[in-house]
């Protein structure tokens, strides 16, 4: 198909000219950034700061990375894992539609080990990817958790990372009906396990709004959102950089090219891919259309990740840079990291959007402080005499 062709080729450049910047990178050195911790003192803090060190590590990017457009597509066309290898499965719901979850197949030389082999209780890490992302563009976070000894899994918003569309329905990122499914699916599975949740870009969008709509009901034992969009109005969308726009916008209409054939029923495929030129109308011709809401307001008033915080009963730990040109810097809600002790935030002065890379190849910064956050919090609940099974 000419228009799919004519998308690949558009990414194709711009996947070329990141890299040749970023190649760059190994002429010049590193350079600390010391991160730094806001959130009200608990114990769980004083157990992640003082115990488990959770800010020993300083970001330390090489000169030609602490720009935050490089940075940030460089964390958008990152080069996936060779070895990395995923078994997909698809969780029916309810004759409603299907949603694909990857399960990472484990290096066998991290299984050798064995504190780190899997056994029927280890605990499951549970990937929310970004706006366009895949099993792949988060290998790196699943590697390291298989490492740990987590048994990990990345779950896929209908029709996103090639999986197939069983009906005529794409969930936006706003709706968490999904992961409730598919968390009541895994633990079915694999009962009285330790879930936790990380979230990258949009994913974090998905995470947060579970988080916030089950509450106290959550299936999940802790959270990780890297680069959140806290406000998911039009001042996003207004802000995101018109060049990185183009890039999401190319991969979703890839997407609803794809499904072409089953979407039509249900919106104007041709305004979606030929007359959406910014994520504001894409929303409008898609989602809008898809969930029935007449009006901008309505779907980012469902859509934001924020509407239930105050029913989060997990810990959450955010990671932020703050020239991160997406999710911007004066859109943080720092009093509620100061006022809810389950709500953590940890900011560096560079890194980007979803990115946080110290060098070409490996995982990023966030990635690392994300695991090490989820270990020291599977610590402090396994060792509370509030946790029962």
């Given at each position: 198909d000419i228009k799919i062709v004519m998308l690949q080729i558009m990414e194709a450049v711009f996947s070329l000219v990141s890299h040749f910047m970023v190649l760059l990178q190994t002429l010049v050195g590193n350079h600390d950034i010391v991160p730094k911790l806001h959130c009200r003192e608990s114990a769980l803090s004083k157990h992640l700061v003082k115990r488990c060190g959770l800010l020993r590590r300083p970001y330390r990017p090489p000169s030609l990375l602490r720009n935050s457009y490089i940075q940030t597509f460089l964390g958008y066309f990152s080069m996936p894992l060779i070895d990395t290898e995923f078994d997909r499965e698809y969780l029916d719901i309810n004759n409603?539609?299907?949603v694909a979850i990857d399960w990472f197949r484990r290096d066998p030389s991290t299984c050798q080990l064995r504190k780190n082999s899997l056994r029927k209780n280890s605990p499951i890490a549970l990937i929310f990817p970004r706006l366009t992302g895949d099993a792949a563009s988060v290998g790196h976070v699943c590697k390291l958790a298989s490492g740990k000894g987590y048994r990990t899994a990345v779950i896929n918003r209908r029709g996103h990372g090639d999986s197939l569309l069983t009906t005529p329905k794409l969930t936006s990122t706003g709706d968490p009906s999904d992961t409730k499914h598919v968390l009541e699916y895994i633990l079915r599975k694999y009962p009285y396990v330790i879930v936790v949740g990380i979230g990258?870009?949009?994913g974090c969008a998905t995470l947060l709004s579970y988080l916030?709509?089950?509450g106290s009901s959550s299936l999940l034992k802790a959270g990780v959102c890297?680069?959140?969009?806290?406000?998911n109005s039009e001042v996003l969308s207004r802000e995101?950089?018109?060049f990185y726009e183009l890039l999401v916008l190319i991969n979703l209409k890839k997407m609803i090219i794809r499904y072409s054939e089953a979407l039509h029923k249900i919106i104007d495929v041709n305004a979606a891919v030929f007359k959406s030129w910014?994520?504001?109308?894409?929303?409008?011709q898609v989602y809008c259309k898809m969930y029935g809401l007449e009006d901008f307001e309505t779907?980012?008033?469902?859509?934001?990740?924020?509407?239930d915080v105050d029913d989060n009963s997990v810990p959450v730990l955010c990671i932020n840079s703050l020239d991160d040109p997406v999710s911007r810097q004066n859109n943080i809600p720092y009093d509620l990291f100061r006022f809810y002790p389950n709500l953590l935030l940890v900011t560096v002065d560079k890194g980007?959007?979803?990115?946080?890379h110290e060098s070409f190849k490996g995982a990023s910064w966030a990635d690392i402080l994300a695991m090490d956050y989820i270990s020291g919090v599977v610590e402090f609940i396994l060792n509370s005499r509030f946790w029962y099974r």
């Open positions: 409603k539609g299907a990258y870009g949009a916030g709509e089950y890297i680069s959140p969009s806290y406000d995101i950089p018109k910014n994520l504001r109308d894409f929303d409008y779907f980012w008033e469902h859509n934001d990740p924020m509407r980007g959007h979803c990115a946080f």
